[in-house]
């Protein structure tokens, strides 16, 4: 069963304007969560994280929120820009409990329009 | 900036032929992993390893199988390729111990299709 779940397929935003991509898992387990973009016919590119500690890392025009009693978090981009569009992926994993592999969900495809 | 290698990055093929995808990574991580993803879909993890001569199978199922006998390198093997094992491939390695905690970082993929 999937247990990270992106359930918009697609976003459409004006250049200028915030992206928000959102996720949810249902794994209580997970304490760390990653998000990557992805560019057609290339590997995924790794752009922010958060600890479950934590409900709020930046970078840059990057935000990620984590809201661990509803199991959600979402990626801020502000402002968005051409050279965003792509396929988002929300990824989790458990490496307090030594695992360190991913469990991602399906992405998100965002086109920014100019 | 990652430094993780894939050959070939797109591969057509006959059913039943051997071919062997390769994975090669200089950053001396310890962990390495196969995924595999079809257009649309998440990402599937088929095969991990943690460090030499240890390899484990992912959650997705697959026909394919992976050695490590060196750190930096994690070829991937399908003995008789069908058209069912057609897809993109994509090799990922992380270092444990470090402040991000494991973030994975991936070659350019392969594409395979089988006819």
């Known amino acids: 069963d999937q247990q990270v779940k992106q359930n918009s397929p697609s976003l459409s935003v004006q250049e200028g304007r915030i992206s928000i991509l959102n996720c949810d898992y249902t794994n209580s387990m997970f304490d760390y969560f990653l998000w990557y973009k992805k560019y057609p016919a290339e590997g995924p590119t790794f752009l922010i994280s958060?600890?479950?500690?934590?409900d709020k890392n930046e970078d840059g025009r990057f935000t990620v929120f984590l809201n661990k009693s509803a199991k959600h978090l979402s990626l801020h981009i502000v402002p968005s820009q051409p050279g965003d569009s792509a396929v988002y992926f929300c990824?989790?994993?458990?490496?307090?409990?030594?695992?360190?592999?991913?469990?991602f969900g399906a992405g998100t495809t965002v086109t920014v329009r100019a | 900036e990652a430094d993780i290698y894939q050959t070939p990055r797109y591969l057509v093929i006959g059913t039943g032929k051997k071919i062997t995808l390769e994975c090669s990574q200089t950053m001396g991580h310890d962990k390495m992993y196969w995924y595999q993803q079809d257009p649309g879909m998440e990402l599937h993890l088929i095969h991990y390893?943690?460090?030499?001569?240890?390899?484990e199978k992912g959650d997705l199922s697959s026909e394919s199988t992976v050695s490590r006998i060196r750190t930096e390198h994690f070829p991937l093997t399908l003995e008789s390729a069908r058209p069912s094992h057609t897809s993109q491939y994509l090799c990922a390695s992380s270092a444990s111990g470090t402040s991000g905690e494991g973030e994975q970082y991936f070659g350019p993929g392969t594409r395979l299709t089988v006819t």
């Open positions: 958060i600890s479950s500690i934590k």
């Open positions: 390893s943690y460090g030499v001569n240890s390899t």
């Open positions: 990824a989790a994993s458990t490496p307090r409990s030594n695992d360190y592999k991913l469990s």
